[in-house]
């Protein structure tokens, strides 16, 4: 029989356009999250290029890191197979998806950065809209959890904000032409939705979509975010700072140019969950 999220999948896009963001529960189960709850662990030993401490140094961290899913096999499976491509797939209405990013965020026990309010649609000079699949891999600390502004995905788009107090995750000083500033932001976050997502589930965050999380954390908070793309999209460049790492990329600085290529590569949406 279907699990519940499955079931779902058929009104995910009426969803995700009324409110710009969905709570599914019970998407990887135990294995799964034992599996990346490890794989961060052994990322953070060896970390790569995308590696940020977005905490101060000398108080417990908050780290997180990009572009681990190459070779990392847990993170690998997941953005490539079974629940994770089938959702986002059914959330555009197609049969194929592209993995942008997976990035993975730790906060210590006794950690206090937050990730800050923000959209992630202006982090990424891309077009149409992308799908951000956060998923808790530990029970989350009170007040910890993902917080959202459901609705925000029809309103303007933000300035990005620096996430990292140590070294930068936003390209170069070059404004905000034509944002709302951060101010603008704060006011909105007034009627805000705080899911009570645990440990196997997912939430769906449209990149428009105003959210925030962490903060104080009393026990080992770790969490993934797996972000995919419609297959049509392409390059548009800003006017205002990206993420860091589109500079690697040189198509990046082509518009138009189709973002699917061996670093953001396709994937088919699998009937039957290839992650065990
Ligand atoms: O879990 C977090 O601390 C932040 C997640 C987030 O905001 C994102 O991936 O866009």
Do not use: N
């Amino acid at each position: 029989m279907a699990a519940h999220w499955e079931r779902r999948l058929p009104t995910l896009p009426a969803e995700m356009a009324e409110h710009g963001a969905v709570w599914l529960q019970g998407v990887l189960d135990p294995p799964m999250i034992a599996a990346l709850a490890e794989a961060v662990e052994r990322c953070r030993t060896a970390p790569g290029r995308h590696y940020r401490r977005l905490s101060p140094e000398g108080v417990p961290p908050l780290e997180s890191e990009l572009f681990r899913w190459a070779d990392t096999p847990a993170s690998r499976a997941l953005g490539t197979g079974g629940p994770l491509p089938a959702i986002a797939a059914s959330v555009f209405g197609a049969d194929t998806v592209i993995l942008m990013e997976d990035q993975w965020f730790r906060s210590a026990a006794g950690a206090e950065q937050e990730s800050p309010w923000h959209q992630d649609h202006p982090y990424h000079p891309l077009e149409p809209v992308f799908l951000t699949v956060w998923l808790p891999l530990d029970p989350v600390p009170a007040g910890a959890g993902l917080k959202l502004v459901r609705g925000s995905h029809r309103g303007p788009i933000f300035a990005p904000v620096e996430f990292s107090t140590t070294a930068a995750t936003l390209g170069d000083d070059s404004g905000t032409a034509g944002l709302a500033p951060a101010e603008a932001m704060a006011a909105a976050v007034r009627d805000r939705w705080a899911p009570p997502a645990r440990p196997g589930d997912a939430v769906l965050i449209d990149s428009r979509t105003l959210h925030a999380a962490g903060g104080a954390c009393d026990t080992l908070f770790r969490r993934l975010s797996f972000r995919f793309a419609p297959i049509e999209t392409r390059i548009t460049p800003r006017a205002w700072p990206v993420a860091t790492f589109w500079s690697d990329h040189a198509h990046s600085a082509v518009p138009g140019a189709a973002l699917e290529s061996p670093a953001f590569p396709a994937v088919a949406a699998l009937d039957q969950p290839a992650f065990r």
